[in-house]
């Protein structure tokens, strides 16, 4: 039943036919919304007796249509969803009941929120994606038509007396936002105690502790813009008359109280400070230099800690006491320059939430700029020292600076590269220095690829990783001959799983120190010796004309609270990681996400990477899950490398590049806690996000579908049809088709929103207008806002995906084909465009979708095309892969799926011809918006447009895409009696088949061989 607005009590009967069931009740809705009662019995409860418990495999939307018609009604789902939805075919009903209809999803492993619309065609239930928080809310609710709150459970009643939560939270020095309701018989009070042991016994605390007494307030406009998912929270103001104890209360046990008149503890729960931290400390302390810094001979070892009671520093074996400055909350020490070069770490004695004490923590530096081995112990090292600087670094000559809407990059994990090349020294191979070794083939090859365009590497993950033994000693490789098992066994992976939890291999996106380089990929981990390798390894790449991106992941800690590998929780505990509503550190980005909102985390971001840039000379950064950060971190991070310039700093921090996930997920998608670092928000801003739109297109249906047979434009959908009753009917196929050549062509143009066209069912669109899954296709401002891709590291690479979609009988030699056509449709379109190193040799995986912990085995790129290309080395690991092991085990043992050098290097031959051809025509590379509208068009786009086939016209370009098994002609009509011929680098490339490629003047008609990308040019 609704209630009226400040409402502190709803009192009622239970009868039936005037006959009452015990006395009259009240729910206290200051306490809870929500009640059980009994037959026959008096009073109520408010918690379930008896609750069932709840199934987390899946979540369960009850909904409620006041016209009660449910047809056509269905869930679009996609994070968190076992199996994400397409847009045409939404998930229906499980049922209906006497309360409406009931959606069941089942869920990923491990999900922590399910986003989802409801929707009827293009009709929505509400105008914004949802996102239900399954930790705050659990996994059944209950939703009423078009109301963006959810029915039940309630939430926002008193929390329980459960101080191992912390669902108050104060957000400056004067203002703390809780939800409990508030009236003229309650008072509400901070309590803290200096040394802790506040509980919580038979109802009441067992010591009151100090108190800070609270006003009821109401947040301002300000106040809810920078909270905006605590702008309907109850509001409090801290008593003037106790404002001098804030900074004490801060660095002890704090809890939350609520009693009533006459004292009774009607609620306690722990308090979330980062919202105060930052409002007394943050001003000072963002423009404080911290971890070390030699200056004038003398060393400064800094750190922020405002909540600690006691910092020491223990320097070589000694203790050496630090100072705070209580206007920061930094605490430092300085000593002599002796100190160089010792190991040290601080003693932190400070209040540990999660595990309700005082305890003293001895961790490494969270800006640490070196380590001991396992990243024991900081070093105090100074990263400008000559020592470190290998021969000829300060004179380093970089490639031009490639702008990133032109940017052609190779995504390369640095263990991949060169772990099974024979021809890398041996003593080099999985580190660093074997990109000086330019005589093997992996060098080589990347020679190649920067002589025909590629203008980036970017590395996988190479700071301090938490999961992988940096000591060779330590490691533990799979004890078993892996090349002995048939290609569809089970056994190579069941052996690579047995050692990967201590083996040489992971991707490493679990970050422990944001600013070391990894140890593991140096030849010695011990001190410095990886510091110099890294730059080594910078040096050699930009010897071979390629500028260095690194992958960078900010966004969550491999560890939090008191775990022996959580460095930042251990200092500021309840500040750097971000929090749930009860306190929980939130997981969504897989493991322990970081608050990059808090002023603190955002300035170790902009440190960290400033660094990277100045002393590595680090060309280009890639943020993991860049959704997670705010849009204001991203641009703050721009801002402070343009400000780096050759003179001052040695490095033009202008032409750094700048790129990410902009993922909208979790529990800050939709901009919940502030403006996200998304697609759609860092559109103009010249930092790039991945573009899934045309990458889902090319390869078919999603990254997470049940049935991986779902086709797409490169992979044969109503051209040449598998097996798979997932693809539909052949209406429905191609109409899917035509709809994903609409994506595509979006893609082509850079992603571009206002791009004007006509789409293939006859109609005038602009790119933001064609539907992704309920999403705008296009949301790119420029050139350069989207980044192109077909295939990443996440998952199955372009091979293996194709393995799966393409019909069981298609050649090796047309596998190769479609391989190049579908990396040309990212290569070929406006702006950045990025492949996963070794897609160009048909790299395979063994089809393992999530090969982060796969070991060398099945990771290993192989530089020689007589080694194979990785396919048909087994299973892959049961862990992410074994629902699909029914449709891969007969690939893996299938002859149309080995390929040899013919196709191997036949693909990438003709891949770097394309990718010549892009990085030569000026037309390929387009400013601005306009300059693309007036450029490039899509000629024969339309109701009639051939399935499988994109015909794009670009300035003196004709680019014609043939997907289909069979030859194509495509006549452009306006373009008849114009000169055209095969672009001169395909005409003398290595690809004999594009070479029959033909124009005919007299009507403008371009043939095409099948399977063919051909790029024309005016004569």
């Not at 640095?414 to 772990?419: K, L, N, T």
């Not at 990109?435 to 990347?446: A, I, V």
């Not at 579908?822 to 040799?841: E, I, N, V």
């Not at 085995?857 to 990785?870: E, M, P, S």
Request: net charge neutral.
């Amino acid at each position: 039943m609704k209630v009226p607005e400040g409402a502190s009590t709803v009192a009622y009967t239970v009868e039936k036919n005037g006959t009452a069931d015990g006395p009259q009740r009240s729910v206290d809705l200051g306490r809870t919304g929500e009640v059980w009662i009994t037959q026959g019995q008096d009073g109520q409860s408010d918690t379930n007796p008896s609750p069932a418990p709840q199934d987390k495999t899946k979540a369960v939307l009850h909904y409620q249509r006041p016209d009660g018609n449910y047809e056509g009604w269905g869930l679009h789902t996609w994070t968190g969803a076992a199996q994400p939805t397409d847009w045409s075919k939404p998930l229906m009903p499980t049922r209906t009941d006497a309360y409406g209809a009931v959606y069941e999803v089942p869920l990923t492993e491990g999900a922590t929120s399910l986003s989802y619309i409801l929707h009827k065609g293009d009709e929505k239930d509400l105008p914004t994606d949802r996102s239900l928080d399954l930790a705050s809310l659990g996994h059944e609710v209950w939703a009423l038509a078009g109301q963006p709150a959810y029915l039940l459970p309630t939430v926002g009643g008193a929390p329980n007396l459960d101080l191992g939560k912390a669902e108050a939270q104060w957000i400056d020095r004067n203002t703390v936002v809780w939800k409990v309701k508030p009236t003229e018989a309650t008072s509400q009070q901070l309590v803290y105690a200096k040394d802790g042991g506040i509980t919580v016994t038979d109802g009441a605390l067992n010591t009151e502790g100090q108190w800070l007494r609270l006003r009821q307030t109401a947040l301002t406009d300000a106040q809810k813009a920078k909270y905006p998912h605590l702008s309907a929270y109850p509001a409090f103001t801290v008593d003037p008359r106790d404002t001098d104890r804030v900074r004490d209360s801060l660095r002890g046990q704090l809890i939350a109280t609520q009693r009533a008149a006459n004292g009774a503890l009607l609620a306690a729960t722990g308090v979330q400070t980062a919202g105060v931290l930052d409002d007394l400390y943050a001003k000072k302390a963002t423009g404080a230099a911290l971890g070390p810094v030699f200056r004038g001979g003398r060393v400064d070892l800094s750190v922020w800690a405002p909540t600690a009671q006691s910092v020491a520093l223990e320097l070589d074996g000694r203790t050496v006491p630090m100072r705070r400055d209580d206007t920061s909350g930094v605490w430092s020490a300085t000593g002599p320059k002796s100190w160089t070069g010792k190991p040290y770490r601080y003693v932190v004695k400070v209040w540990a939430p999660t595990v309700q004490k005082i305890v003293t923590n001895k961790v490494t530096d969270p800006y640490s700029t070196a380590l001991t081995t396992d990243s024991a112990r900081s070093l105090a090292v100074d990263l400008t020292d000559p020592k470190l600087a290998p021969k000829g670094w300060n004179s380093l000559r970089k490639p031009a600076a490639v702008p990133l809407r032109d940017a052609q990059i190779q995504e390369l994990h640095i263990r991949d590269f060169s772990v099974a090349d024979t021809t890398a020294e041996k003593d080099h191979r999985g580190t660093y220095l074997a990109f000086t070794d330019r005589d093997s083939k992996g060098s080589r090859h990347l020679r190649d690829l920067a002589a025909s365009g590629t203008s980036y590497v970017h590395l996988l993950p190479a700071f301090d990783i938490g999961t992988i033994p940096e000591k060779k000693s330590d490691r533990t490789e799979p004890a078993c001959d892996l090349k002995v098992y048939a290609p569809d066994s089970d056994e190579q992976q069941a052996c690579v799983a047995a050692a990967a939890a201590k083996d040489a291999y992971n991707w490493g996106y679990d970050p422990l120190h944001y600013t070391v380089p990894e140890g593991s990929y140096s030849t010695d981990p011990e001190g410095t010796r990886r510091t110099v390798e890294f730059r080594q390894m910078v040096q050699a790449l930009n010897r071979d004309g390629l500028r260095t991106v690194m992958d960078v992941v900010y966004n969550h800690t491999v560890a939090s609270g008191q775990s022996d590998k959580s460095v930042l929780d251990r200092i500021v505990p309840g500040y750097y990681q971000r929090l749930q509503a009860d306190g929980t550190v939130a997981t969504s980005t897989c493991c322990a996400n970081t608050a990059t909102e808090n002023a603190m985390m955002g300035k170790l971001v902009v440190d960290s990477l400033v660094t990277w840039a100045r002393e590595y000379k680090v060309d280009g950064f890639r943020f993991d899950l860049m959704g997670h950060h705010p849009k204001a971190n991203i641009l703050a991070v721009r801002k402070a490398l343009d400000g780096l310039t050759p003179a001052k700093d040695g490095v033009d921090g202008k032409s750094i590049v700048l790129y990410g996930e902009g993922w909208n997920f979790g529990e800050i998608a939709d901009d919940a806690r502030f403006v996200q670092a998304t697609q759609k928000n860092m559109a103009g801003t010249g930092v790039a996000t991945f573009s899934d739109r045309a990458r889902d297109a090319v390869r078919g249906g999603g990254p997470f579908d049940e049935d991986p047979g779902v086709q797409g434009f490169a992979s044969g959908l109503f051209t040449a049809p598998n097996t798979s009753t997932a693809n539909g009917t052949p209406a429905e196929q191609k109409a899917r088709l035509l709809h994903y050549q609409d994506l595509i062509k979006v893609g082509l143009t850079g992603n571009l929103a206002d791009y004007s066209f006509t789409d293939t069912s006859g109609r005038t669109v602009k790119g933001s207008q064609v539907d992704y899954n309920g999403s705008p296709a296009g949301y790119a401002a420029a050139p350069g806002d989207a980044l192109a891709y077909a295939d990443a590291h996440d998952n199955e690479t372009l091979y293996d995906a194709l393995a799966f979609k393409l019909p069981a009988g298609t050649s090796a030699a047309d596998r190769a084909r479609m391989q190049v056509l579908a990396m040309a449709t990212a290569t070929l379109s406006q702006g950045p465009a990025l492949s996963q190193a070794g897609s160009d040799l048909l790299r395979s995986k063994s089809l393992d979708r999530n090969s982060y912990d796969s070991g060398d085995w099945f990771n290993a790129i192989h530089w020689d095309c007589r080694d194979g290309n990785g396919f048909g080395r087994g299973l892959p690991p049961a862990t992410d892969n074994k629902p699909k092991w029914g449709h891969g085990k007969p690939l893996l043992v299938n002859p149309n799926l080995t390929v040899g050098c013919a196709q191997i290097d036949g693909a990438s031959a003709a891949y770097r011809d394309l990718q010549k051809i892009r990085t030569t025509e000026k037309a390929f590379s387009l400013a601005t918006a306009g300059q693309v509208q007036d450029a490039l068009s899509f000629p024969l786009s339309g109701r009639e447009e051939t399935p499988g086939v994109i015909t794009m016209r670009l300035g003196d370009l004709v680019v014609v895409l043939n997907a289909s098994p069979a030859a194509t002609s495509q006549r452009v009509a306006e373009l008849a009696g114009r000169g055209y011929r095969l672009h001169p680098v395909q005409a003398g490339g290595a690809d004999t088949v594009v070479k029959s490629a033909s124009y005919e003047a007299g009507s403008g008609t371009f043939t095409v061989p099948a399977r063919t990308v051909a790029v024309f040019k005016a004569r």
